[in-house]
Nanobody, 123 residues
């Protein structure tokens, strides 16, 4: 069982930056692939970024390429999402997700989810 707690969301002006953090419970964090998803009102949950358990491979969704970076620190049981050049269309609740061993790009690939953190980008 893994519990995930996100933080770092907030209100930022367009062009600004935020760094989201997700802290995981448990002693097996290094065996979990981690992902970030987001969901805007009235829209489906969307893949943003993922990193494999050893931080060797990272993947970004189309909306994140060139602006966002995913990273992790296994010693701290934490995964990060650095978001730069934010746009109003990035406004959403951002969720951290975990799946043991296997990395994926779809919500059904992940077994554990955090409660989400709100990101609002003003124009």
């Amino acid at each position: 069982q893994v519990q995930l707690v996100e933080s770092g969301g907030g209100l930022v002006q367009a062009g600004g930056s935020l760094r989201l953090s997700c802290v995981a419970s448990g002693r097996t964090f290094s065996t979990y692939a981690m992902g970030w998803f987001r969901q805007a009102p009235g829209k489906e949950r969307e893949f943003v970024a993922a990193v494999d358990s050893s931080a060797i491979r990272t993947y970004l969704g189309d909306s994140a390429k060139g602006r966002f970076t995913i990273s992790r620190d296994n010693a701290k049981n934490t995964v990060y999402l650095q978001m730069n050049s934010l746009k109003p269309e990035d406004t959403a609740v951002y969720y951290c997700a975990a799946n043991q061993y296997t990395l994926g790009f779809r919500t059904e690939n992940y077994n554990y989810w955090g409660q989400g953190t709100q990101v609002t980008v003003s124009s």
